[in-house]
């Protein structure tokens, strides 16, 4: 199918998916493939098979690892179908990718353990209703040895050691066991078997995911595209985010913690972290880059809307709102003279927790009259624990430690009862 052929309307279809799936992706292979994938689903209205394998080795998502899902959701925004492929077979492997020894096979009850982990985390990424479920046992076990041997055949000894992981180890005279050699086969298989059409993962699987396109060759399929996406750096700002080196942010962590984690990023990768790891659109992300780049927005707004954004990911609207007061309130506090006034509310004064902020303002002597009260709050003078108040009708919660504060030098610690 050529270009011309298609509508204008298709045809800026085709552009709106092409941009969103290489938005922040290190390499797309072969990039014409991925579009004239992108145009036979447009012009037919079939979805595409995206297919993305874990490896459940490591059960516990951090925001490093939602790179890939980010691209998936994506892809499923535009109407195509996921295949996420939970690597229970391969799994009893375990993915040589990076290791300088053989891995320890996973038992059964390691893999269906970590799989099922895996299942409640992704689904706050993922689309349920666009997302098939699978486990590569479903194909890999029921291969007989004649079936594997005839797999083994389509690739030379020589395409393996290819892999840098590999070469290093023979070089050094470190052990390779044959059976890791079937990792990468078998991972292949997972997209002959499915029918996929485009591959999502990271560049340290690049080898892994190609071999899908040459077993796909070998039993006359047509290749999937692949999109690589770069791996995240973590809280350091230099190593990938992992566990092991404790600069992750895991998505299951209190919201006070992914708020605060996510404050200690390096102002140089906030926009990264935008891009690979949130639901904004590329709208909102050239708008967002624009304003950074021409100094208008300041860092710590931009890193907090970033801390918000992540923790209402994970956590919904109601807790990052919450986190994101705890933090301004800590942040605050730590900011405050240690010789700061204290301020008696009294317990009659309270209703359910809650006063009349007009009347706040006058308990705690910051204003003489009502009126003077309202004036304050009309001028944005007014802040409890950091935010601003401007509802002059309106009623505060209070808790005990509150710092009301009106201008800048004028603040008290709350004492209630």
């Known amino acids: 199918m050529e270009w011309a052929e298609l509508t204008p309307a298709q045809q800026q279809e ?17 990039a014409e493939e991925l579009r004239r994938k992108l145009m036979k689903s447009v012009t037919a209205g079939v979805p595409l098979n995206i297919k993305l394998g874990l490896d459940p080795s490591a059960p516990d998502i951090h925001i490093g690892h939602t790179v890939v899902l980010h691209k998936l959701r994506q892809f499923q925004e535009s109407g195509h179908q996921v295949q996420l492929i939970i690597g229970d077979f391969t799994g009893r492997i375990g993915d040589p990718t990076g290791k300088s020894e053989t891995r320890r096979q996973l038992s059964e009850e390691d893999v269906q353990r970590n799989a099922a982990t895996y299942s409640k985390q992704i689904f706050k990424i993922l689309d349920p209703l666009k997302t098939k479920l699978l486990y590569n046992s479903e194909w890999l076990s029921p291969m007989d040895f004649a079936e594997v041997v005839n797999l083994a055949a389509k ?8 892999r840098d992981d590999f070469t290093r180890r023979f070089q050094s005279g470190q ?18 078997a499915n029918g996929t059409d485009i591959e999502i993962g990271g560049t340290d699987q690049k080898f892994n995911i190609l071999m899908g396109r040459t077993l796909q060759k070998e039993y006359g399929a047509e290749p999937q595209a692949v999109v690589l996406m770069p791996l995240l750096e973590g809280l350091d700002g230099v190593k990938k985010m992992s566990k092991s080196l404790g600069n992750y942010i895991g998505i299951d962590e209190a919201p006070n913690d992914i708020y605060g984690k996510t404050m200690s990023v390096p102002d140089e990768l906030m926009l990264k972290y935008y891009e690979m790891a ?15 780049d021409a100094g208008t927005s300041h860092p710590r707004d931009v890193k907090m809307r970033l801390a918000h954004t992540l923790v209402r990911l994970y956590h919904g609207a109601e807790a990052a709102d919450a986190a ?17 006034a204290t301020c008696r509310v009294a317990a009659e004064e309270l ?3 809650g006063l009349k902020l007009v009347r706040l303002l006058a308990v705690t002597g910051f204003a003489e ?5 309202r004036r304050l709050i ?4 007014v802040k409890l624990n950091g935010v601003k108040l401007t509802d002059i009708g309106g009623s505060v919660q209070l808790q005990e430690g509150d710092i009301i504060q009106v201008g800048k030098r004028k603040l008290a610690r709350l004492s209630l009862g």
Do not use: K
Request: hydrophobic share 45%; no cysteine; charged share 20%.
């Open 155 to 162: 690739v030379t000894v020589a395409r393996m050691m290819e």
């Open 369 to 373: 009259s009502n009126s003077g009260a």
């Open 278 to 292: 949130t639901d904004l659109s590329n709208d909102e992300l050239a708008s967002l880059r624009q304003a950074v």
């Open 378 to 381: 009309e001028q944005g003078a």
């Open 175 to 192: 052990a390779i066991s044959v059976h890791e050699f079937f990792y990468p086969l078998m991972q292949g298989m997972d997209s002959v």
């Open 324 to 340: 994101q007061l705890h933090f301004i309130t800590v942040f605050q506090q730590r900011a405050l003279p240690e010789d700061i």
């Open 351 to 353: 209703e359910d927790g």
């Open 14 to 30: 085709v552009e709106r998916q092409l941009e969103t799936a290489v938005r922040g992706a290190a390499e797309i292979i072969p």
